[in-house]
């Protein structure tokens, strides 16, 4: 497989870009249990997510800053998002269990790239599922998503056109909710290109 030139830099030793840092060593460490839940060696996620097992073992274990670019194909082969990627919460193991309230105010909460729009977690710390705000107004459909934990929708505002794969598209409109089942690929899009916004409640991705 051909390098990217982050990569080549990455596996040449470059000082900036292969310096281990706490967030850097999270991520890896994010990555590597979820794709340790989902079975897959290192070089399968590798050929999923089109990048090099070496460059992929060096991310796993904090040595590497993933691209955006490289982060999206991670996630997309392991059927989660960057921002849940990036949004990393403390292993259960071997710790104390997180608080008994968590509180995310208006404007707060980790923010990334989910799908194609954005999104921000509205929870902190290890919890049994992932609350999320997502914002779109894409009117063409992107790739499909498809990963193993549940997920539940509630339309906020805007109309948005629910592609799942099985069954004709839904149309949701403020109010509506839709509830999928683990392994159920699916996609979303406004269908006037007009913004719209999502309540996404998702089992937590390789739950600990």
């Not at 890896?28 to 997510?49: C, H, N, P």
């Not at 670019?69 to 997180?98: C, F, H, K, Y």
């Not at 509205?122 to 790739?143: C, I, K, M, Q, S």
Request: charged share 25%; no cysteine; net charge negative.
């Amino acid at each position: 497989m051909t390098l990217s030139s982050t990569e080549r830099a990455v596996l040449a030793g470059d000082p900036e870009r292969a310096e281990p840092s706490q967030q850097a060593e999270r991520v890896g460490s994010r990555i590597r249990d979820m794709r340790r839940a989902r079975s897959f060696t290192l070089v399968q996620l590798a050929e999923l997510a089109e990048l090099s097992h070496p460059f992929l073992s060096q991310l796993e274990r904090g040595l590497a800053r993933p691209s955006m670019a490289s982060l999206e194909r991670i996630a997309r082969a392991l059927g989660t998002s960057q921002v849940e990627l990036l949004s990393v919460d403390e292993p259960r193991r071997g710790r104390e269990p997180a608080a008994a309230v968590s509180v995310v105010r208006a404007g707060t909460g980790a923010p990334g790239p989910y799908s194609e729009g954005t999104a921000r977690m509205l929870v902190d710390g290890a919890r049994a599922f992932h609350p999320l705000e997502y914002r779109g107004e894409n009117a063409a459909y992107g790739d499909s998503f498809v990963h193993d934990e549940d997920e539940w929708l509630y339309a906020l505002e805007g109309l948005v056109e629910l592609d799942v794969t099985g069954s004709r598209p839904l149309t949701l409109e403020p109010g509506d909710a839709v509830y999928l089942s683990g392994g159920t690929a699916h996609r979303m899009r406004s269908p006037g290109g007009t913004p719209f916004r999502l309540l996404i409640v998702k089992e937590h991705p390789a739950r600990l």
